[in-house]
């Protein structure tokens, strides 16, 4: 079965850093692709970040390039997504979602306010 627990938010001033956790269960993370998105309230769900199964290249969105970086720890089976220099913006739901078969975990709620 499987399941995506994520972790690690929490509210955080402007300027500050986040990391999030997703810990993956009944597959293997390293063989698939895997992201992380985000819904703020009143907007849809965006994608912000995602690596490959192959070579590991990873994508971001110019709004978050440079800022936020995702990460895959195999041994322990579990996704990371390291936040620095929050803004506002950035508050909302992460999930991580395993794009083969469309798997999103429970999501976890990042706000950046002061």
């Known amino acids: 079965q499987v399941q995506l627990v994520e972790s690690g938010g929490g509210l955080v001033q402007p300027g500050g850093s986040l990391r999030l956790s997703c810990r993956a269960s009944?597959?293997?993370?390293?063989?698939?692709?895997i992201g992380w998105f985000r819904q703020a309230p009143g907007k849809e769900r965006e994608e912000i970040s995602c690596?490959?199964?192959?070579?590991?290249?990873?994508y971001y969105p110019d709004s978050v390039k440079g800022r936020f970086t995702i990460s895959r720890d195999n041994a322990n089976n579990t996704l990371y997504l390291e936040m620095n220099n929050l803004e506002p913006e950035d508050s909302g739901i992460y999930y991580c979602?395993?794009?083969?078969?469309?798997?999103y975990g429970q999501g976890t709620q990042v706000t950046v306010s002061s």
């Open positions: 690596i490959s199964s192959n070579d590991g290249s990873t």
């Open positions: 009944g597959f293997i993370l390293a063989n698939y692709v």
């Open positions: 979602r395993r794009v083969t078969g469309d798997h």
